[in-house]
């Protein structure tokens, strides 16, 4: 299985930007929830938005609600992180993770990772 995570770049602060991540290889998509994590230097990599096998259930950090929305098209492969008022906080390189059955908020569950994409807020 491989992930491919796409989308990021430079924006100011308040603008939108939407990351994608597709999946490859010999899998049931339909079955499978996939998270999103990001990385600051020097700090750990932290939760910030999950989606359930189907795409009916979400799970997000409290400092996204409102403002990020997740979502999944089994018919693509692909999950998307639709990220709006972006703050300069929100700067950090962008993961997503797969996993079979139940979404979660726990990095260990998710054994494939995408190689990550740079979001930038400029205040």
């Known amino acids: 299985v491989q992930l491919q995570a796409s989308g990021g770049g430079s924006v100011q602060a308040g603008g939108s930007l939407r990351l994608s991540c597709a999946a490859s290889?010999?899998?049931?998509?339909?079955?499978?929830?996939m998270a999103w994590y990001r990385k600051v230097p020097g700090k750990e990599r932290d939760f910030v938005a999950t989606?359930?096998?189907?795409?009916?259930?979400?799970d997000y950090v409290d400092s996204v609600k409102g403002r990020f929305t997740v979502s999944k098209d089994n018919a693509r492969n692909t999950v998307y992180l639709q990220m709006t008022s972006l703050k300069p906080e929100d700067t950090a390189i962008y993961y997503c993770?797969?996993?079979?059955?139940?979404?979660?908020?726990?990095?260990?569950?998710?054994?494939?990772w995408g190689q990550g994409t740079q979001v930038t807020v400029s205040s």
């Open positions: 993770a797969l996993k079979s059955g139940y979404h979660s908020t726990l990095q260990w569950q998710y054994p494939y």
């Open positions: 989606i359930g096998e189907s795409g009916g259930r979400t």
């Open positions: 290889g010999h899998i049931d998509f339909f079955t499978y929830s």
